[in-house]
């Protein structure tokens, strides 16, 4: 089956400018993270979503960043006034079940450039 | 805060020979101990995980050893193949926690 997919796969964008990073999930999977991975680090954790809401959002480095899964299904990144520290790669990961346990499936991340 | 540190930061190994990195903790609430693997372009994938009640898992050519007492833990790849060339993250988590706290990665080269 479809595993999970972001879009874009790539953006570029200038410094203060609005950008939004999508995320499709497995199918049937209710549980939801963000990540960001900077170059030669591990992800680190933003924010984790059960169904529809936002269960732990404890990793959002600031109030520039949002995140909504309206449907329980696709989330949306939402970053304003980007800033050039943001670059990195946004990964989005599912699980079945809740909680860091059980496997989280990763898609292949958008690469955000800030420039 | 550093809560899982990971060396070395690159390891090249011939093939047929044995990889082995090493990961150190801090935080005793963590209960599970995952590794994952990720290519370039691609998101980490999971690899092999550990609870710390036992000492020692394998599967395939992967072991994990864990050391609850030195808060240790390493991953063990056996007959490296040029296919096992890709980073690798220890990480680490606890039960009421939906975050995975990962390593700052390994760089694995296996030469032909």
């Known amino acids: 089956g479809a595993g999970v997919s972001q879009t874009p796969s790539n953006k570029v964008t200038e410094k203060g400018k609005y950008v939004e990073l999508r995320c499709d999930p497995i199918?049937?999977?209710?549980?939801l993270y963000w990540y960001r991975q900077s170059l030669g680090q591990g992800p680190e954790f933003l924010i984790y979503?059960?169904?529809?809401?936002?269960?732990?959002d404890s990793g959002l480095p600031n109030d520039r960043f949002f995140a909504v899964r309206p449907e329980g299904s696709v989330s949306t990144l939402k970053i304003q006034r980007t800033e050039r520290g943001d670059s990195a790669v946004y990964l989005c990961a599912s699980s079945s079940l809740a909680g860091a346990r059980d496997t989280q499936y990763f898609g292949p991340g958008t690469r955000l450039t800030v420039l | 805060q550093q809560q899982v540190k990971q060396s070395p930061q690159s390891l090249i190994v011939q093939k047929g020979g044995i990889s082995i990195i090493n990961c150190a903790y801090e935080n005793t609430a963590f209960d599970y101990f995952p590794w994952y693997q990720q290519f370039p372009g691609k998101g980490p994938a999971l690899l092999i995980a550990?609870?710390?009640?036992?000492s020692e898992k394998k599967e395939g050519r992967f072991t994990i050893s864990f050391n609850k007492s030195a808060k240790q833990f390493s991953l063990h790849i056996m007959d490296s193949q040029p296919g096992d060339s890709a980073t690798y993250f220890c990480a680490a988590t606890y039960s009421s926690a939906s975050k995975i706290i990962f390593g700052s990665g390994t760089r694995l080269s296996i030469r032909p």
């Open positions: 550990i609870r710390p009640d036992v």
């Open positions: 979503f059960q169904g529809t809401g936002a269960a732990d």
């Open positions: 199918s049937g999977h209710t549980a």
